[in-house]
């Protein structure tokens, strides 16, 4: 088991920065690729970033390429999103997921670990 906990979120004006955290506990987190998805109001869950467990390789979806970067140190068992330049479609509830799979993914459903979520407000 893993037990996921994100922070960091809040709100901020178009154009500014937010940092998000994930707490891992319970399993080698240095053996997980880590993903941050979001979920905005009556929309459905959808990709943001991943990462390889080593931290060697990510991949982020287009819409926020560019303006985010997502990071981890295994050392402390936490995985980042580092979110700039956010705009009010950036608006949703961020959640910080884990994977067995050597390769980063991007599908949901290869996720077998789930934080409880964040809250994420880009005022306009």
């Known amino acids: 088991q893993v037990q996921l906990v994100e922070s960091g979120g809040g709100l901020v004006q178009a154009g500014g920065s937010l940092r998000l955290s994930c707490a891992a506990s319970?399993?080698?987190?240095?053996?997980?690729?880590m993903g941050w998805f979001r979920q905005a109001p009556g929309k459905e869950r959808e990709f943001v970033a991943v990462?390889?467990?080593?931290?060697?390789?990510?991949n982020y979806a287009d819409s926020v390429k560019g303006r985010f970067t997502i990071s981890r140190d295994n050392a402390k068992n936490t995985l980042y999103l580092q979110m700039n330049s956010l705009k009010p479609e950036d608006t949703a509830v961020y959640y910080c997921?884990?994977?067995?799979?050597?390769?980063?993914?991007?599908?949901?459903?290869?996720?077998?670990?789930w934080g409880q979520g964040t809250q994420v407000t880009v005022s306009s």
């Open positions: 997921a884990a994977s067995d799979t050597i390769v980063p993914v991007t599908t949901m459903g290869r996720y077998d670990y």
């Open positions: 990462i390889s467990w080593a931290g060697g390789v990510s």
């Open positions: 319970g399993r080698t987190f240095s053996r997980l690729s």
